[in-house]
């Protein structure tokens, strides 16, 4: 039978949130509930399957890996793209790189919980509750608050549009953003540098790519509020990591709401983890039902056509994101 392995699923859920049986008749599925940073290891493991299913941004395909999989000929991945996936390399050596479709704002959403709960020290109130405790400390309300989006595109305007509801003043900045773009999401474009000045509340929203890594670094975080909030749900390598770990180490701001790291999983002992003055959730932005079943159920759309030879949806790197449709609405835990 035709072998395929689904990788990253930390969950244990791929074959749950679609209907596989479809493919189940022609293949053998393997799937790999852990991560592989080791090249050797991971090369090993993956060189026996013609298809593999990967996880967004989970593990790179780039020319080293690609080389030692003599099998592989379909590379489908969740999302319309994915950015540590070489489309051009992967098409010189016969393999097909195929996308999904997503849902419409699921990290818009975990980007305001994690703001409101840093805001109003939720974690911290949680865990004195149920050590017996009662009130802690008193929180701060949004609605007085100058927010900064750094990025309008698709979740960055719904962030901005929640922070209009609330009452706050909302800024804006990216590269190439203009008046026009700031004003459809109820926000007034600065300048990166009256951004971070002015912002109580500093989230990042953007695309990583080589223009942009690195794009906040010490200089940027050194301009923000000693009682400032930076938050990054996008991706991890967006900003120097060491920068931010030293201002929150030195309190110069007061903490960080984060969902995306240079490298995932963090390590166990890595000072993100431990740092008193962060929020941290595990990459979990885009970790919904609604999301999960448009991924793997455009995956299977994706494979069972290959294997049927028919066309199927080739990633395109530069391509906006798409959104689709969840299948089964009616099915408990998608409503």
């Not at 929180?139 to 989006?149: C, F, Q």
């Amino acid at each position: 039978m035709r072998k395929i392995a689904i990788i990253d699923d930390y969950l244990d859920n791929a074959l749950t949130m679609a209907d596989w049986r479809p493919v189940m008749k022609d293949c053998a599925i393997t799937v790999f509930n852990d991560h592989l940073h080791d090249l050797d290891a991971l090369a090993s493991r993956l060189a026996p399957f013609e298809i593999i299913c990967a996880m967004r941004e989970r593990t790179p395909f780039q020319k080293e890996l690609l080389d030692r999989l003599p099998n592989l000929k379909l590379l489908c991945s969740t999302a319309p793209r994915n950015a540590v996936i070489d489309v051009g390399y992967a098409a010189s050596r016969g393999v097909t790189v195929c996308g999904t479709g997503s849902s419409n704002g699921a990290t818009a959403e975990l980007t305001w919980a994690l703001i409101l709960a840093f805001m109003r020290n939720i974690p911290g109130e949680y865990q004195n509750v149920r050590q017996g405790g009662w009130q802690q400390k008193i929180g701060r309300d949004v609605s007085y608050l100058t927010l900064g989006v750094i990025g309008l595109g698709r979740l960055g305007a719904k962030v901005a549009k929640v922070g209009k509801a609330f009452g706050m003043q909302v800024i804006a900045w990216s590269p190439n953003m203009t008046k026009e773009t700031a004003e459809a999401a109820g926000a007034t474009l600065v300048t990166k540098e009256e951004l971070f000045s002015r912002a109580d509340i500093v989230t990042v929203h953007m695309v990583l790519s080589d223009r942009t890594r690195g794009m906040i670094g010490a200089a940027e975080l050194a301009r923000m509020k000693p009682d400032a909030l930076f938050v990054n749900t996008s991706r991890g390598p967006l900003v120097d990591e060491a920068a931010l770990i030293h201002v929150l180490r030195e309190e110069r701001i007061a903490g960080a709401a984060l969902d995306a790291f240079d490298v995932e999983p963090l390590s166990e002992h890595h000072p993100l983890r431990r740092l008193p003055n962060v929020l941290i959730t595990p990459h979990i932005g885009y970790v919904t039902a609604v999301t999960y079943d448009v991924f793997f159920g455009d995956t299977v759309e994706n494979v069972v056509a290959y294997l049927a030879g028919k066309p199927i949806r080739v990633m395109n790197p530069l391509a906006e994101t798409s959104r689709a449709e969840p299948r089964f609405l009616d099915r408990p835990g998608l409503r």
